[in-house]
C-alpha cells in the first residue's frame, strides 16, 4: 500500500519542482494549451489531496506496530519512539531546505508527538476525534473563504522569480527554498491536520488489525468503495473544475471532506484487488518500493532536484504538465526495480536502515545475509 501510496505522492509533488508557479496559486504561462490543462485537470481530479492521506493512515497504522514490536522485545517504547521522531524532523528539515519546500516528514514527526500522547485512545474515540477534526477544518475552511486572497500579477511575478531561482544556482534554489517556507506553513496547517485525523483513523485500524485480516473484512470494504467513490469523485470533479485560484477556499474545504471518502476508497479498491490473482502480482510488484518508501520519498525529491534545478539540468519551466507525468513514471518504474534489486541483498533502504539505528540507538543489521547481532 505505501508502494502504492509513493506514485501519487510523485505525480503531484513533480509539478511543483517542473515550475514555480504553481505553489504560487498561478498557472505557468509557457503551459497554457487545451493538452495542458486537461493533463493539470487529470492530476487534480485523480491524484490531489487524496495520495497523502493514504501515506498519513499507514503513519498512524504502522505506529500501532511499533508499540507492539517493542512489547514483543521488552524495550520501553518512549524512548523509541522519541528518537525516531527526532530523527523524522531532522530528514524532514534538510530535505525542506536542501530539496523540497513540501515535505511533509517534519510535520509528521512534530504531529506523531501528539499521537504518542494519545496512544492510549480506544479505536472508537480516535475515529470520533478524527471526524471532529475534518468537520472543524470544513467549516474554518468555509469561513475563511476570500481571506487569502492574492494578486494574480503578483503571483505570477512570484512564479517567475521562484522559477529562475531554481535554476540560478544550487544557493539561489536553497535560498528560494527557505524564502517559501513560511507560505508553506499555512498550508501544512491544514494538511498536518486532516494527516493527523487520518493518523488516528490508520491507529484505530492498527488496533484492530484491519490490514492482517483484509479477507474478514471484505463486506466492509465493498461498503466504502460504494460510498467512497461517488462522494469523493463528486469533490474531485469540483476541485478539478475550480482551477488555481488562491482565495478560493471553498474547493478545498469540500475536497478535505470528501477526499477522505476517495483515499478510503481507493485503498479499499487496492485491498481487494490484491487478494486476485493478478493483484497479488501487483502487490509483489510494489511491495519493495513500499518496504523502501522513506527512501524512495526522499529520492524522488533528490532525482527531481537534479532533473529540474541548478543541482544538474536546469529543467524548471521548460518540460510540460504531461512531460512531468511521463517522468513521474519512468521515476517510479526505476524506483520500483531498484527497490527490488536492493532488498535482494538488504533487509532495509538505506534511510530506513539510518532511521532504525536511530530508533533503537544501536547498529543494525543492514545486509540480509549478516548473522543475528551483527
Not at 497554457?32 to 487529470?42: F, I, M, N, P
Not at 494574480?152 to 517556507?181: C, D, K, Q, W, Y
Request: glycine content about 8%; aromatic content about 10%; overall charge positive.
Amino acid at each position: 500500500m505505501r508502494g502504492f501510496a509513493l506514485l501519487g505522492i510523485l505525480v503531484v509533488n513533480i509539478a511543483f519542482f517542473a515550475s514555480g508557479y504553481p505553489i504560487h496559486g498561478a498557472l505557468d504561462p509557457a503551459y497554457t494549451s487545451g493538452e495542458d490543462k486537461a493533463v493539470r485537470w487529470l492530476i487534480t481530479f485523480v491524484f490531489e489531496m487524496k495520495f497523502y492521506l493514504i501515506f498519513s493512515f499507514l503513519f498512524g497504522y504502522s505506529f500501532t506496530l511499533q508499540m507492539d514490536s517493542a512489547a514483543r522485545q521488552g524495550a520501553v517504547f518512549t524512548p523509541r519512539i522519541l528518537r525516531r521522531l527526532a530523527g523524522l524532523l531532522t530528514l524532514g528539515l534538510l530535505h525542506a531546505v536542501l530539496l523540497f519546500y513540501g515535505d511533509i516528514l517534519s510535520c509528521y514527526a512534530v504531529l506523531g508527538l501528539v499521537l504518542f500522547a494519545l496512544r492510549g485512545i480506544k479505536p472508537r474515540t480516535a475515529l470520533i476525534v478524527a471526524g471532529a477534526i475534518v468537520g472543524t477544518l470544513v467549516v474554518t475552511l468555509l469561513l475563511a473563504d476570500g481571506a487569502t486572497a492574492s494578486d494574480p500579477v503578483t503571483a505570477l511575478a512570484e512564479g517567475h522569480r521562484t522559477t529562475a531561482a531554481m535554476r540560478n544556482s544550487p544557493a539561489s534554489f536553497i535560498t528560494s527554498n527557505i524564502h517559501i517556507l513560511p507560505l508553506m506553513a499555512a498550508t501544512l496547517a491544514v494538511q498536518g491536520l486532516s494527516s493527523f485525523a487520518a493518523f488516528l483513523v490508520g491507529f484505530a485500524a492498527g488496533k484492530r488489525q484491519v490490514l492482517a485480516r483484509v479477507k474478514e473484512h471484505d463486506r466492509s470494504l465493498r461498503r466504502i468503495q460504494w460510498v467512497g467513490f461517488p462522494v469523493g469523485l463528486a469533490g474531485a470533479f469540483y476541485l478539478a473544475n475550480a482551477g488555481s485560484v488562491v482565495s478560493d477556499l471553498t474547493p478545498v474545504a469540500v475536497t478535505m471532506l470528501t477526499g477522505s471518502f476517495l483515499a478510503a476508497a481507493y485503498m479499499a479498491t487496492a485491498l481487494r484487488f490484491f487478494q486476485t490473482e493478478p493483484g497479488s502480482r501487483v502487490m509483489a510488484a510494489l511491495a519493495p518500493a513500499g518496504r523502501m518508501a522513506l527512501t524512495n520519498y526522499l529520492s524522488q525529491s533528490l532525482i527531481c532536484a537534479v532533473l529540474f534545478t541548478a543541482y544538474g539540468f536546469r529543467l524548471a519551466g521548460h518540460v510540460s504538465p504531461l512531460g512531468a507525468l511521463l517522468l513521474a513514471a519512468a521515476i517510479f518504474a526505476a524506483q520500483l526495480w531498484l527497490s527490488r534489486k536492493w532488498l535482494t541483498g538488504h533487509i532495509y533502504g538505506p534511510v530506513e536502515w539510518l532511521l532504525r539505528a536511530v530508533t533503537l540507538a544501536r547498529r543494525p543489521a543492514m545486509r540480509a545475509d549478516s548473522k543475528p547481532g551483527n
